[in-house]
């Protein structure tokens, strides 16, 4: 079962991404690139997930069920 420090433990490995990507990116003229595109793509799907992973954690709607029947009420017609 999933907790509240999910969203913190995928923030640390994040930071590890991103430094390993921020060093061992390739050296050369294309770096800046290599290290643009890769943080920003760990970033953009750490927040993707996080999101996601929020708003299953704490939904802002909660699930109706229309089949309940009322109490003191049969369901039927008087």
């Known amino acids: ?6 969203p913190f433990i995928g923030l640390i490995v994040l930071a590890i991404v991103v430094g390993a990507a921020w060093f061992l990116s390739p050296k050369g003229e294309n770096q800046t690139i ?3 595109t ?3 793509s760990a970033v953009s799907m750490y927040l ?5 992973f929020i708003a299953q954690l704490h939904p802002l ?7 309940i029947r009322v109490e003191g ?3 039927g017609s008087r």
Not at 48 to 52: G, K, L, P, Q, V
Not at 61 to 67: A, E, M, V
């Open 48 to 52: 993707m997930w996080a999101i996601t």
């Open 38 to 40: 890769l943080i920003l």
């Open 34 to 36: 290599w290290r643009s």
């Open 1 to 6: 079962m999933a907790n509240g420090w999910a």
């Open 73 to 75: 009420h049969a369901g």
């Open 61 to 67: 709607i909660s699930p109706i069920n229309l089949k």
